[in-house]
């Protein structure tokens, strides 16, 4: 059985399951058409979520690294990265929702 995303995404996904069928598509698809590892994609992902200021999305993509191995550090460094191009509140910000997802 397949767990139940939490939030307004898990809301969207059993209210307009089509949508998210297609969407989870895209995500695949985008996923598959290059070189980059799951390690990496992930990693990416997070750093588009930070410079979004998408708390949320932080969220999620950290709790999916912590789930598939990415070590905090390497997570934590991310946030550290954000510094100089998105500056320091941002990179601060992200930091903090990254410590919201515990262990």
């Known amino acids: 059985m397949t767990k139940p995303m939490p939030g307004a995404a898990g809301d969207l996904a ?45 969220h999620s993509h950290t709790r999916r690294a912590r789930s598939e191995g990415i070590e905090p550090a390497a997570i934590t460094q991310v946030a550290m990265l954000a510094i100089g191009p998105l500056g320091l509140p941002r990179a601060v910000a992200a930091k903090t929702w990254i410590e919201d997802i515990e262990d």
């Open 14 to 58: 059993e209210e307009y399951p089509d949508v998210w069928k297609a969407y989870a598509a895209l995500g695949k698809s985008s996923a598959d058409c290059g070189p980059l590892t799951p390690r990496e994609r992930r990693l990416v992902k997070l750093a588009l979520a930070i410079g979004a200021g998408s708390e949320g999305a932080v």
